[in-house]
């Protein structure tokens, strides 16, 4: 019979959709749960590609054999569908964008059934429906009652083509990254979540947590805690001038202050006419207004600045007058928009000192000429010099006690900084999430009630943003005009909505109870499924993602919403899958591999076990079509040893310790995400089956193996072979095979043998040979025998189970 993987396919994924063996039981204490999440996807208008199936098959995977090991699996998939990809198309082709979005989603839905996901599509989830997002607009509001959101106008930057803000990162070389367009800076009145509040809580959850290390730095860094002391200087006009240091300790050496352009100082000492090249810091201003944070905080760009010309500063510990300049390195939004320069210990102020002509001044001794170089080394035992008070203290003594001496002065206290900052969430779109409040002029912004949840987008004819930046909502008057919730007069809705990070950041509590129109998510189902046990995703969504979820889920933890403080107990990442050649798939390369494509010709099994078989699952790997020609020879092979194999339902005596070791490979390799071994381990099995035969019995213990990586194949032989039995049990409800571990253990080990250090031969001895044993069986090997003839062996290396190594000298 042939193996005609399209009408397999096809039969089983119908009777997968029909028998739902992939349901989740909430509340089933008869067996240990285990919640599996993957990041669901943005349904874009091309569909799926192969990089989403890469992690999607890794989960699944995961997923299946948790099931074949007894546990209740929740393995759920749903669609990040709000955001800006849609709302152009729709602006576009003039179709509104719930249109386009129901058309994706069913698309991708389609082309996820076909790969053969044990999702529980049951527990689908969409951002963009009403009943959905009632529970993002539920959750805003509970932040502002608690005061964690807040109305503020700041610098944000501006799309002048796509008429939007863009995160720093959606800015690149002063163009927009999505159109190329040229960015600006604005001021502009915007929602912001005061994720700051919790960014201790946030760096302390990541002790509780099991998360590669890699993403544990990138959250770590992107909070950017920091510790030392924040510093009052005096201007000469009077003003107080607030910085923020972590190294007080080198106050003395403080030789001039830098501002941010924007800073609240210097557009007053430009009002008052204090500065006499106003038109020059203006100019300056400008320039700088134009750049967005990431641009101004290069390291090595160009030093660039103003020297104030009429205002000077005081450093407190000495009373000396020093220059202060604005530049556009020193951002308003961090810290105090202030900073203290000590140009003889920090590279970027020394080159700023030698641009611009500051004094250098060595205040921790190093042994280095400042003059030439900053002498900016981290460790704590370097002697202060040129500090009065301090001076013959460690770096590290000195600054508890410059700390203390200024806060008994007044002029300064210890201090935590963070370089995170609040989240700005309002975005001036369509689609997305209205924001649930209520402008009134008597009591000011006012949190639409919760029984009337959800504020639903209404029907507009256009969907572009207008010209002075406000949302198209901006233009529904019907629906912006109301009455204020509190006292009844004439009110205006707000008319930004939330980005699509909303819907993010709560999703995998939907998936535990998607129907409840009561409540988020009922205290059952909490308690049952919380927390997530193992999430995997992009490398990509590290700090935005991750920490967004993980704010709103410490949030609704202090409120008593969520039995747990952090959401995920495990995260783990995956490489991307490059284009044949190594370079990023795109549609401009045209590169782009379609899975649909590879199904078509080959099946979603073979599909499913390339892109696990492709290479280390946490790295990039390049795709090759000849390589997934491989895997589908691999399945034939399979398919044909189920047709030659004897009836025995025992494993053929050649075949069982073979069996044995790879049960416990696979299950050992799937745990540590290492799929392209499993597989490698299933491949060499089969290469035993067909030299030494094989029985239904060793068939059984394959295809159990085979059905959590290629599902359907298994799921085939399975009952061509008669083990479904009478009640059609399919291979996936079975257990997962047991091992007998003494037959796990090679009976023998391959020794190689090196003679000063150079390969002579190799000796198979029994497991467990003592080294003399070994030098013994070594020793008579024909070539090493040669080699070892006229040597005086002086020493013997043994690595324990792999090699060795006679070192010798010619006898005298």
Same mark, same amino acid.
């Given at each position: ?11 089983? !994924? ?88 129901? !058309? ?6 389609? !082309? ?259 003059? @030439? ?360 409800? !079975? ?7 003494? @037959? ?34 070594? @020793? ?33």
């Amino acid at each position: 019979m042939k193996y005609d993987f399209t009408a397999i396919e096809k039969k089983w !994924q119908d009777r997968w959709a029909v028998e739902k063996p992939y349901a989740a039981v909430t509340g089933d204490k008869s067996r240990p749960k285990f919640y599996g999440l993957i990041e669901f996807p943005y349904p874009s208008g091309q569909g799926l590609h192969v990089g989403h199936p890469r992690p999607y098959t890794a989960m699944d995977i995961v997923a299946r054999k948790k099931r074949m090991d007894g546990y209740n699996v929740l393995f759920p998939m749903g669609f990040d569908a709000f955001g800006l990809p849609t709302e152009n198309y729709a602006i576009k082709n003039h179709i509104h964008p719930a249109v386009v979005t129901k !058309q994706n989603i069913a698309h991708f839905t389609e !082309q996820l059934k076909k790969i053969g996901y044990s999702f529980d599509w049951d527990r689908v989830v969409d951002t963009t429906d009403p009943s959905y997002y009632k529970w993002t607009q539920w959750i805003f509001l509970q932040l502002y009652k608690r005061g964690l959101a807040y109305k503020a106008t700041m610098p944000v930057n501006w799309c002048t083509s796509c008429k939007c803000v863009l995160a720093n990162e959606e800015v690149v070389e002063g163009v927009c990254e999505r159109c190329g367009s040229p960015v600006i800076r604005k001021e502009k009145s915007q929602w912001m979540l005061k994720i700051t509040e919790y960014a201790q809580k946030l760096l302390d959850g990541l002790d509780e947590v099991d998360f590669i290390d890699r993403v544990k730095t990138q959250q770590r860094n992107w909070i950017g805690r920091s510790t030392g002391a924040e510093v009052t200087f005096k201007a000469t006009t009077g003003e107080d001038i607030i910085v923020f240091t972590t190294r007080p300790d080198t106050l003395f050496g403080a030789t001039y202050m830098v501002l941010s352009p924007e800073h609240a100082l210097v557009k007053g000492w430009l009002e008052s006419g204090k500065l006499k090249n106003a038109d020059e810091i203006a100019a300056y201003q400008k320039v700088a207004a134009s750049k967005s944070d990431m641009e101004r905080t290069e390291l090595n760009k160009e030093k660039t600045g103003v020297k104030l010309d009429g205002v000077k500063g005081v450093n407190p510990v000495n009373g000396k007058e020093i220059p202060i300049f604005i530049s556009d390195y020193v951002l308003s939004t961090y810290g105090t928009g202030a900073i203290m320069a000590v140009p003889a210990h920090d590279d970027r102020d020394w080159e700023f000192a030698k641009k611009f002509g500051c004094e250098i001044i060595e205040v921790v001794s190093g042994g280095e000429d400042v003059q @030439k170089a900053a002498f900016t080394a981290k460790d704590d035992t370097g002697i202060m010099v040129n500090s009065d008070f301090l001076n013959g203290l460690t770096v590290k003594d000195a600054i508890p006690v410059i700390t203390k001496w200024l806060e008994e002065k007044g002029i300064g206290e210890a201090k935590v900084n963070y370089k995170l900052r609040d989240w700005v969430f309002s975005r001036q779109r369509y689609w997305g999430e209205p924001i649930p409040m209520v402008w009134c002029d008597k009591c000011g912004w006012v949190p639409l009630p919760e029984d009337q949840l959800p504020l639903t987008l209404p029907e507009v004819d256009n969907y572009e943003p207008t010209d002075d930046g406000e949302s198209p909502l901006s233009k529904m008057t019907d629906w912006v005009n109301t009455t204020c919730p509190c006292c009844g007069a004439p009110a205006k809705r707000e008319t930004d909505t939330m980005p699509q990070w909303a819907g993010s950041s709560w999703y995998f509590l939907r998936y535990m109870d998607p129907h409840n129109d009561k409540e988020l998510c009922s205290k059952e189902a909490l308690e049952y499924w919380s927390p997530v046990d193992w999430y995997n995703g992009g490398m990509e969504h590290t700090t935005l993602h991750l920490l967004y979820s993980r704010f709103w889920h410490r949030f609704l933890y202090d409120i008593g919403v969520v039995p747990t403080k952090e959401p995920y107990a495990k995260r783990t990442s995956h490489g991307m899958i490059l284009g044949e050649g190594g370079e990023k798939m795109s549609k401009s390369r045209g590169n782009v591999v379609n899975p649909d494509d590879i199904i078509k010709a080959y099946g979603a099994d073979t599909l499913r076990l390339y892109i696990m078989f492709i290479g280390d699952f946490e790295q990039a790997a390049t795709w090759s079509d000849n390589a997934v020609k491989g895997c589908k020879r691999f399945l034939d092979k399979v398919w044909n040893l189920s047709e030659s194999c004897t009836d025995s339902l025992n494993y053929t005596p050649e075949n069982e310790a073979g069996i044995h070791k790879c049960i416990k490979k696979v299950a050992d390799d799937i745990e540590a995400m290492k799929f392209n071994t499993a597989i490698a381990a299933m491949m060499t099995l089969v290469g035993d089956f067909q030299k030494n035969g094989c029985s239904k019995g060793d068939m059984k213990a394959l295809i159990t193996m085979l059905s959590p990586f290629a599902p359907h194949i298994a799921e085939e032989l399975w009952e061509n072979l008669g083990f479904a039995g009478e009640d059609h049990a399919m291979v996936c409800q !079975q257990p997962w095979p047991s091992y007998d571990e003494s @037959k796990t253990v090679a009976q023998t080990v391959t020794i190689a043998i090196q003679v000063s250090g150079k390969m002579r031969g190799t000796v198979e001895v029994p497991a467990g040979s003592d080294n003399a044993a070994i030098e013994a069986h070594a @020793k008579t090997v024909p070539t090493v025998a040669k080699f070892l003839d006229g040597l005086e062996i002086v020493k013997v290396i043994h690595v324990p189970g792999k090699l060795v190594n006679f070192i010798g000298k010619p006898k005298a």
